[in-house]
């Protein structure tokens, strides 16, 4: 799974059903261009517009699709967005203490 560091135009978008943002990118790999899916993002941050060039990386999973990660600061990976789980995590944490005190 080598990461190649290219250009890539968004081509489009579309919620998953993950209710994250997918996007489609056309990359320039060795003069050819190739089609790409995006890894998620979050929908609290804004979201590119089809024609929109971005810095990508590039790579091919093990199935063969091919899949890029947009190395933009306007949008958030999912990966890197965990703060409202670890909110309603907190929350329910503290729930449960509170029931715990209640009940005894």
Do not use: H, P
Not at 10 to 35: C, F, L, M
Not at 45 to 55: H, I, P, S, Y
Request: aromatic content about 6%.
């Amino acid at each position: 799974m080598e990461q190649i560091k290219a250009t890539g135009i968004i081509n489009k978008s579309y919620d998953n059903i993950r209710g994250n943002i997918v996007y489609i990118v056309d990359v320039e790999i060795n003069g050819t261009i190739v089609r790409a899916e995006s890894i998620d993002y979050s929908l609290k941050t804004k979201e590119l517009r089809a024609g929109t060039k971005v810095d990508v990386l590039y790579w091919e999973r093990q199935d063969g699709s091919k899949a890029v990660e947009i190395l933009d600061d306007r949008i958030i990976a999912c990966k890197d967005d965990m703060g409202g789980e670890l909110r309603l995590l907190i929350g329910f944490v503290i729930l449960v203490v509170v029931v715990i005190v209640v009940t005894s």
